[in-house]
């Protein structure tokens, strides 16, 4: 097989690892090397994780962070430039989809995002992306090296070995060509949960008739040991939990042991971010809720009725 250089960068420090281990599985050549990028605003400590993670080499770049997309493309396109890469691999993140698109066209390299799997061969490389809302899986050749590939995350591979003496550099780029003009920031409200990580999830819908409802969720969570999510509305639109519980295609993914969905439709966007559990538990008044049919246990009633009884009898 030929040597890879992989480029590996997001924002999200976890989703960089994943990365990184992903990398290590598909370059098994061992003149290949994995290059990570340590950008402005990136956590404490990257560096070292990312190393752990199985990374050959740590590009970062010293500076401030900055909320414009555009910005970070630029200064991976210098970048880039330096490192000559075969394939740069990318989180599917919300902000590194937008990244990973304005770099392909400022490099005029093919991409795909939304990517599940991915296999080099000798035809090039073979991925398997998300399509029509996640119901679908699309196998897809790309022919054209470099690529740029925007991975889900949760896409895992096995903990490479650490690289012993991996190369640290830090490199000066030249300021990116600013295309917008910041007229105000707003400082979103937000909180530190990780709810891909959680291992049990009470989620609460559209059946929900008011915020100060939440603490009936909130006391069946307690008793089952879960975190609360929520569906795009409570949080894009009523604003009643943070963007940190939102689950969903356009919000969260998450594989929890345990699901519990309360007074959730089912919309498919929905079902994107929740599929992945291992135990659905649906709770709804509507026994033709399209919730009903990805649950391996189903409650039909109100929710103001069912809610507090379960939490009564786990002894809430």
Known sequence: MTAEVIVCYSEELGVAEELVRLARSLAVDEASRIRALVLPGAPPGSA?????????????VPGTASPDPHITAETIRALVGELSPT???????????EVAGRLAGMLDLPAATGVTALRIDADGLRVDREALSGNAVAVERIVRRPAIIAVMAGTTAPAPSVVAGAE????????????TERTEVRVKAGGQLEIEKAERIVTVGRGLK????????EALAKVLGAEV???????AESGWLTDDHWIGLTGHRVHPKLYVAVGVSGAVQHLVGMRSSQIVVAINKDPNAPIFAQADYRITGDLYQVVPAITKALGG
Do not use: Q
Request: charged share 25%; with cysteine.
């Open 229 to 235: 999510g929520c569906t795009r509305p409570l949080a």
């Open 87 to 97: 394939l740069i691999l990318m989180g599917s993140t919300k902000r590194g989809r």
């Open 210 to 217: 008011k915020k100060e409802d939440l603490g009936i969720i």
């Open 168 to 179: 640290r550099r830090e490199h000066a780029v030249p300021p990116a060509t600013v295309l």
């Open 48 to 60: 070292d994780r990312l190393v752990a993670a199985g990374a050959h080499a740590i590009h970062s």
